[in-house]
């Protein structure tokens, strides 16, 4: 054995590179648009408030929607998606490039550009759609640049053996083991099994819900909206604007002074007619009647025609789902090449790193998987849950939980509920909240003051089920109460849902 040159160890890098040198320029570019999203929505809210509606999801949260740390962790989600996979895909066209005769060279290149043409028309087919657009043409050109002046054949070198199909193969073997596994259940099994078992992946966790709801604003519709504002105009507006808040209210829209922090602005129109805007643009005309009568159809007509940003969540969507977990077996890929790199020549570490890759993500794969609820019973479960291991203990709760199952019947679940394990707690908290037992809710309750904000949001969520007229009251406080005492978005996002699920209504004199 010798040790290898770090020149060497820098040419197996060379897939790295180019990732993180398209990641980088997206997390600037997210990190902007972040920006500007979350200060849109920290005005909207603080126009709200100043007309007197309070407490509101969004308001005195940590970090501060106006912090650029809330920017740039927020960014990350658009990052490690939308960011990564437009990096990836840059990057595949560069390695066909390269491999396809001198020839046909230009017309690859010119094919990509056509269509990547396709996509921006694609994106911005329903309005303009600035934050996508923006990535889709500032990424490319500095990941065709790292990509190309970057490549060991610039340097004299042949190219990298990893190019062979041994390491397609072997990323084809991966994808067999994961996309069966891309279900509703993937990232449940992914924070049961892997994140909730350690402290590291717990902080996860913790970041998770800390950071990720309000980034989600840059690409949602109005009706996707937890919060809406609106706007009334219009000669004849004081006649009829408390009744048109009123009905809005119902649909969590409420009313602003200056039409510039709305989202719909409603402005009257002779014969009793509204005219909705979107800024000073007039989208659609309705009658007072109308939006009075069923206010929920006007704001989903009124997003459909104003939305510019569906093409940018499904592409979205489409990345978390397909390009994220390439961006972790290239990660992976990183810090195997190390220990191989320094030992073995690059014919020999090259082969071998894609393999200790596969041979690692392969076992991760397996190892989230969690044992199929379909294939237990009654006794089964009994058993897993009075002495079984953690992953059993885990699907029998679930079991539990979707076959409606009363918790308190299993011996076992007082233990549960002082157990330090999450996914366990995660899994009793929301059985609680199908529970008959007369503790149940003061167990919910109890949860509620957990110091994990993901505790807290599935117990908020489980009280709801559990609440009866004799506690409904009690708890529809309980929960307004934490609305306006937590600094998590993601607790006041769901106490918000929850209490608005209960029939409270933020009213001007609250």
Same mark, same amino acid.
């Given at each position: 054995m010798r040790f290898i040159y770090p020149k060497d160890t820098w040419r197996l890098l060379y897939p790295v590179r180019v990732l993180l040198a398209g990641l980088l320029v997206s997390e600037l570019l997210a990190t902007v648009v972040v920006w500007y999203s979350n200060h849109a929505l920290h005005r909207k809210l603080m126009a709200i408030q100043a007309a007197g509606y309070s407490p509101l999801p969004g308001t005195g949260i940590d970090p501060s929607l106006q912090s650029l740390e809330a920017a740039w962790s927020g960014a990350v989600f658009f990052t490690l998606s939308i960011g990564a996979g437009i990096t990836l895909l840059t990057f595949g066209v560069i390695l066909l490039t390269q491999s396809v005769p001198s020839v046909a060279r230009r017309w690859v290149t010119w094919l990509f550009v056509v269509i990547w043409g396709g996509v921006l028309v694609w994106v911005n087919i329903g309005g303009i759609c600035p934050g996508l657009s923006a990535m889709l043409l500032l990424i490319p050109p500095v990941v065709m640049l790292t990509a190309v002046h970057g490549a060991p054949q610039r340097f004299g070198g042949s190219p990298l053996p990893w190019r062979r199909a041994i390491h397609t193969g072997l990323i084809g073997l991966l994808l067999l083991l994961w996309l069966p596994r891309i279900n509703g259940d993937v990232f449940v099994n992914i924070k049961d099994n892997l994140l909730l078992t350690s402290r590291p992946g717990i902080k996860a966790v913790d970041l998770y819900y800390r950071y990720t709801l309000y980034p989600a604003e840059v690409f949602k519709s109005l009706a996707q909206k937890?919060?809406?504002?609106?706007?009334?105009?219009?000669?004849?507006?004081?006649?009829?604007?408390s009744r048109i808040n009123q009905a809005l209210a119902g649909v969590n829209s409420f009313p602003v002074s200056d039409w510039r922090y709305a989202d719909m602005v409603i402005q009257t129109m002779d014969d009793k007619l509204l005219a909705l805007k979107d800024g000073g643009a007039m989208v659609q005309k309705v009658s007072q009647s109308q939006l009075? #009568? $069923?206010?929920?159809?006007?704001?989903?007509?009124?997003? #459909?025609?104003?939305?510019?940003?569906?093409?940018?969540?499904?592409?979205?969507?489409?990345? !978390?789902? *397909?390009?994220?977990?390439?961006?972790?077996? !290239?990660?992976?890929?990183?810090?195997?090449?190390?220990?191989? *790199? !320094?030992?073995?020549?690059?014919?020999?570490?090259?082969? !071998?790193?894609?393999?200790?890759?596969?041979?690692?993500?392969?076992?991760?794969?397996?190892?989230?998987?969690?044992?199929?609820?379909? $294939?237990?019973?009654?006794?089964?479960?009994?058993?897993a849950m009075a002495s079984g291991p953690r992953k059993e203990k885990i699907a029998a709760l679930?079991?539990?939980?979707?076959? *409606?199952?009363?918790?308190? $019947?299993?011996? *076992?679940?007082?233990?549960?509920?002082?157990?330090?394990?999450?996914?366990?707690?995660?899994?009793?908290?929301?059985?609680?909240?199908?529970?008959?037992?007369?503790?149940?809710?003061?167990?919910i309750i109890r949860a509620m003051k957990s110091d994990s904000p993901y505790i807290v949001c599935k117990a908020i969520e489980a009280g709801a089920g559990q609440a009866t007229a004799e506690n409904g009251s009690s708890f529809t406080r309980a929960v307004t109460r934490k609305l306006a005492s937590s600094g998590n978005w993601y607790v006041q996002y769901y106490a918000f849902k929850v209490a608005r699920e209960r029939g409270w209504i933020p009213r001007a004199s609250e």
């Open positions: 937890q919060i809406r504002a609106h706007a009334v105009t219009g000669a004849d507006a004081a006649s009829i604007q009075l #009568t $069923d206010p929920w159809q006007m704001v989903r007509q009124f997003s #459909t025609h104003t939305d510019n940003k569906a093409n940018f969540r499904k592409a979205t969507i489409v990345s !978390l789902l *397909g390009v994220a977990p390439l961006v972790l077996y !290239l990660a992976t890929f990183a810090l195997f090449c190390v220990v191989p *790199g !320094l030992f073995f020549p690059i014919r020999v570490s090259s082969v !071998l790193v894609p393999v200790l890759c596969c041979s690692f993500w392969s076992a991760a794969i397996v190892y989230l998987d969690t044992p199929m609820t379909a $294939d237990l019973n009654r006794e089964t479960v009994a058993k679930r079991y539990i939980h979707h076959n *409606g199952l009363e918790i308190a $019947d299993f011996a *076992g679940y007082r233990m549960i509920l002082k157990t330090d394990d999450f996914a366990q707690r995660y899994w009793m908290v929301k059985c609680l909240g199908k529970s008959r037992h007369p503790l149940a809710m003061q167990w």
